[in-house]
T-cell receptor, first 114, second 110 residues
């Protein structure tokens, strides 16, 4: 049981380049999320998808776009990378919204923008 | 004020010690609470959900005080393998609003 799988694990981009982070879950979860984690900041929500076909902005959506391709997959795209987007990115999923439903995380993508 | 705040740490304790972490949250509408553990350069993993009446899982005990908007995590008989960062997570039950605290780092020393 793979859980939540993210690719790539590491990436170095130059300012202005674009890339897509891929995420897939095999737990049949309805909700999927993209977070970024920066030192001293905790995890911050970029975008989320409550169900297939829907996406919504989180706390820090600027500079990012997302696609919920199907129930399993939720991708995050950086159209024009900036050094401020250097971070660790985590994809997560949960079964449904509501109390005491935890998040399950992927392994993370370490992105450096130079 | 941050929505979820935790003890700043780091906590350095000897093996076998008991250590307690505190977490406060500002949104009184918060409905669910979790403790996650995150190892260095790894993803957060669920340690335990926190129930209203408090709950225990082996050496770990979580408590919730809604009146004071406070959550705690107690670790008894600390092991070297408990060394990690502990994240307090609060959800208001609406939409996708999981709010993470900044984490408290624990080092258990031999």
């Amino acid at each position: 049981n793979a859980g939540v799988t993210q690719t790539p694990k590491f990436q170095v981009l130059k300012t202005g380049q674009s890339m897509t982070l891929q995420c897939a879950q095999d737990m049949n979860h309805n909700s999927m999320y993209w977070y970024r984690q920066d030192p001293g900041m905790g995890l911050r929500l970029i975008y989320y998808s409550a169900s297939e076909g829907t996406t919504d902005k989180g706390e820090v959506p600027n500079g990012y776009n997302v696609s919920r391709l199907n129930k399993r997959e939720f991708s995050l795209r950086l159209e024009s990378a900036a050094p401020s987007q250097t971070s660790v990115y985590f994809c997560a999923s949960s079964d449904k919204t509501g109390a005491l439903i935890p998040l399950h995380f992927g392994n993370g993508t370490r992105l450096t923008v130079t | 004020r941050k929505e979820v705040e935790q003890d700043p740490g780091p906590f350095n304790v000897p093996e076998g010690a008991t250590v307690a972490f505190n977490c406060t949250y500002s949104n009184s509408a918060s409905q669910s609470f979790f403790w996650y553990r995150q190892d260095c350069r790894k993803e957060p993993k669920l340690l335990m959900s926190v129930y209203s009446s408090g709950n225990e899982d082996g050496r770990f005990t979580a408590q919730l005080n809604r009146a004071s908007q406070y959550i705690s995590l107690l670790i008894r008989d600390s092991k070297l393998s408990d060394s990690a960062t502990y994240l307090c997570v609060v959800n208001n039950g609406y939409g996708q609003n999981f709010v993470f605290g900044p984490g408290t780092r624990l080092s258990v020393l031999p």
